[in-house]
């Protein structure tokens, strides 16, 4: 067996323990791009499409891959990550093998190790490799995430097509990781929360990921900030990938198609932009209303749109407004954006809210008191953005200062988001609370009805009338039905009994005045 041989099997079973160890996705994604260069003086060099994945493979898998090579080899002491491009030259090159000094990498590039001394480049025969095993080897490779989403990748060792020289493949590997934004591995459908607001863009989007034909066209999903638009973007692009590797699928901001078609018109390149964006299966275009005023790239977005539509190719578009709704957008386009099905994502209620902490608490494997998820829910609903970094911050505080999650707690490290208004608790919105809380109807704290389901709630809600607002008692009476204000004494007296009595009854009133009081 050559020694070219041996290395390429050492590398390919780093790369089945990898995938093992990680599982499918994020082998996927991060790790399946990388290319073997070469090792030199016991330093492996790795080679990526981009910076970004660079960065990512030395902060969470570099030491990992080290270890394994020096099980595979004990030869080696370090490896090197460098970005395929023409700055980034192999360690196996023609050059090199006629004795040329090998240049530095690039101070850029991340090395994983310990100093690796000064060593003669090995000629590349004696590896077993051709003069043009160079650092962008990767014949048809897949670009993870940043970029189209799914060709295939050879397992074996990599190598030029015989017309290809290491800086044109690098150049097709910048051009293509420039286009395409990076997807996280997070936003998938499994952890999508689905709601009563969000139902209909959900089934939509499944279904589109899912098609092997175009079903709508397009399929335009708008919400306000932080309702789950890009969540779902993403999972799209995350399932068609998985249905069938060989889709083409460009996925980027508004922003950047006109960022690439503004860098295109200076490079007098246009007719490349044109091909690139107009020979995918799958285009995406997320925040749609930042092109709206600019006429050029509405122009040409249009003329896009078009094309791919003739040629029955799916576009996906999210936008924070509907399509007739969006200012400073060319009526024909908007007329466009509508063609196919629009689905809105509707404000979160309070269940939903409640199902994304409770599946975010999960997933952050943290253990966190019912009553601070419901008062969570109850206080933050804005966005669902919000709502979740609320969650960090009480389970960040939690682990560092190593104190409990409680409702106290909570209220003191949130203490920004929950700061209570200027304006003065009412007894309208005390017995509005009340009433959802307890699930029952606001008029019935006006009502004569004696059941306990209904009395019990009206005497909370009394309480908490007398607790929080300056309003005498016979004024609490009149707010509740004409009530005497001997009622609400003796309203008062039994929540304050209960309170000592039922710990349940005693958290529900706590959580209560915490929400009214914030």
């Known amino acids: ?16 323990r990898l995938k093992d160890e990680v599982g499918e996705i994020a082998y996927r994604s991060w790790l399946q791009p990388l290319s073997f260069a070469g090792i ?25 891959i080290r270890n394994l090579w020096a099980g595979e080899n004990p030869d080696v002491l370090s490896i090197d990550v460098v970005v395929a491009s023409a700055n980034a030259p192999s360690m196996l090159t023609a050059d090199e093998d006629a004795g040329e000094a090998p240049r530095d990498s690039d101070p850029a590039d991340g090395a994983v190790g310990g100093p690796v001394p000064p060593a003669p480049a090995p000629r590349a025969a004696a590896l077993g490799q051709s003069a043009s095993y160079g650092a962008a080897s990767y014949g048809a490779a897949s670009y993870g995430a940043n970029s189209y989403i ?14 290809e020289s290491p800086t044109a493949v690098a150049s097709v590997l910048e051009d293509r990781t420039d286009i395409s934004a990076p997807l996280d591995p997070r936003f998938t459908f499994e952890n999508f929360v689905v709601g009563k607001p969000n139902e209909l863009a959900h089934a939509a989007a499944r279904r589109v990921a899912d098609a092997t034909s175009v079903t709508f066209n397009p399929l335009f999903l ?13 999972a799209i692009a995350w399932q068609i990938r ?3 590797p060989n889709r083409k699928v460009i996925y980027l901001s508004a922003e950047k198609f006109m960022y690439q078609f503004i860098r295109a018109l200076r ?3 246009t007719m490349a932009f044109k091909q ?22 509405q122009e040409e977005f249009f003329h896009t749109f078009n094309a791919l539509v003739d040629q029955n190719r799916q576009v996906i578009i999210s936008a924070d407004k509907s399509p007739s709704d969006l200012e400073g957008m060319e009526e024909r386009l908007r007329s466009r954006l509508g063609w196919g099905l629009v689905a809105d994502i509707h404000p979160t209620t309070y269940e939903l809210r409640l199902g994304i902490l409770q599946a975010k608490a999960d997933a952050l494997n943290a253990a966190i008191p019912l009553k601070v998820l419901e008062f969570l829910a109850h206080k933050i609903t804005s966005n669902v953005r919000e709502l979740e970094g609320a969650l960090n911050r009480i389970v960040a505080h939690a682990e560092l200062v190593g104190r409990a999650i409680s409702l ?3 209220q003191e490290v949130l203490h920004d988001l929950l700061r209570a208004n200027d304006r003065r608790v009412t007894i309208d919105e005390i017995q509005k609370r009340v009433a959802e809380h307890f699930n029952i109807r606001v008029a019935d704290m006006h009502s004569a009805r004696r059941a306990r389901a209904v009395a019990r709630p009206r005497q909370v809600a009394m309480y908490l009338a007398k607790q929080l607002t300056a309003r005498s008692l016979p004024e609490i009476g009149r707010k509740f039905g004409g009530r005497d204000h001997t009622t609400v004494m003796h309203a008062v007296k039994k929540v304050e009994e209960l309170r000592t009595t039922d710990p349940a009854f005693a958290e529900d009133v706590e959580l209560l005045r915490r929400m009214l009081e914030s």
């Open 267 to 269: 490079f007098k390149d």
């Open 242 to 244: 998985r249905n069938d």
């Open 408 to 410: 106290e707690s909570t």
């Open 222 to 234: 708008y919400g306000g900030v932080g309702l789950g638009k890009t969540h779902l973007m993403h």
């Open 276 to 297: 690139q964006f107009r020979s995918v299966d799958v285009l995406m275009i997320d925040d749609v209303q930042f092109i709206s005023g600019k006429d050029s790239t």
């Open 1 to 16: 067996m050559s020694v070219g041989a041996s290395l390429d099997q050492q590398w390919a079973r780093i790369r089945g």
């Open 150 to 163: 799914g060709s295939s990748y050879s397992a074996g060792p990599p190598s030029f097509a015989s017309d």
């Open 40 to 64: 030199r003086g016991g330093e492996v060099r790795i080679v990526v499409p981009t910076r970004f994945m660079r960065d990512w493979v030395l902060t969470h898998y570099a030491d990992r």
